[in-house]
């Protein structure tokens, strides 16, 4: 771990990243391995020391309140985030000035935080995104160990749902014949149906291999998933040479369609794009509703 003094903390979207490197590139599929995010030494943890008073800076400043995003790019959660609260105090910062903040994480630790995050949204907005590649806690550390248990994640869904703080199941990153199966699908849907989930998110089933991650990528293939290993390389033996490539599941389209049939028959969101929207929506609570995209 090492610290550096930002200059800046906020992206022109409003993402909000405390942190960089460390766990959050050990999952199968990890954008921060591409040659083009410049991470040179993956295990080592980059700390913005100043994050929090730069987060206040920026929030006075803005004319117009948005959604803060945090997640995108790197965990808020990682395991140094215990004992320095940087995502902790910059939560208070949102709540001082009256954003909202969408967090995405793999992290059980957030249940720390859920005090702050219930407080936003009662005046504001929360909505967390919770991966749930599996509900097999096999399968599930081998395709990201820095994830918290199955059990974590459940009752993070539980508790925030209780809360009233909308959460959004991600299915996500789903690979062909690790996790793509029906009876998997349909596991993760009963589970998010049962603790509460807002949403479910799936993006396009798909992602795409770039140089750093693409290598990588095979090398958990080969090494985590040996059973599957020569129909995955039968498959995809013929772009193995391309630089970059997307990775599809066979199921695709079932999996769309289940998604979509379930979740309308329990009133929870499955439109994609109307996700994306109601992460970046502001809302004020206590004057009414507001939308402001401040990029």
């Known amino acids: 771990m090492h610290f550096t003094e930002a ?27 591409n040659t083009s995010s410049h991470v040179d030494d993956f295990e080592d943890v980059e700390v913005k020391e100043n994050a929090d008073s730069l987060l206040a800076v920026a929030l006075r400043k803005k004319r117009n309140k948005t959604m ?27 709540k001082r000035y009256d954003f909202g903040v969408s967090i995405r994480t793999k992290s059980s630790l957030i249940l720390r935080d859920i005090d702050i995050i219930s407080e936003i949204n009662e005046k504001t907005k929360s909505v967390i995104t919770i991966p749930f590649p599996t509900t097999d806690s096999a399968i599930s550390g081998r395709i990201d160990p820095d994830m918290s248990p199955i059990s974590e994640r459940i009752k993070l869904l539980e508790e925030f749902s209780l809360r009233k703080v909308p959460v959004i199941v991600a299915i996500d990153p789903v690979v062909p014949y690790i996790n793509d199966s029906e009876e998997g699908i349909r596991s993760i849907l009963n589970i998010a149906a049962g603790f509460g989930a807002f949403a479910i998110e799936y993006g396009d089933l798909k992602f795409t291999l770039s140089p750093g991650s693409r290598e990588y990528f095979y090398d958990v293939i080969d090494e985590r998933f040996p059973e599957v290993r020569d129909r995955f390389f039968d498959k995809y033996k013929e772009s193995m040479n391309i630089k970059t490539e997307e990775i599809v599941s066979n199921n695709r389209k079932y999996i ?34 507001q939308l402001f995209f401040d990029f």
Request: charged share 30%.
């Open 7 to 33: 200059k800046t903390i906020l992206t022109p979207q409003n993402g909000l990243n405390i942190y960089r490197g460390g766990p959050n590139i050990r999952c199968i599929f990890s954008p921060l391995r």
């Open 68 to 94: 803060i995003i945090m997640g995108t790019l790197a965990d808020p959660y990682v395991p140094e985030e215990e004992k320095l609260e940087l995502t902790r105090k910059c939560l208070f910062e949102i």
């Open 256 to 289: 769309i369609q289940e998604i979509n049939e379930f979740c309308e028959k329990r009133d929870i969101i499955a439109d994609q794009s109307m996700i994306v929207d109601y992460r970046r929506k502001y809302e004020n609570k206590q004057s009414g509703e």
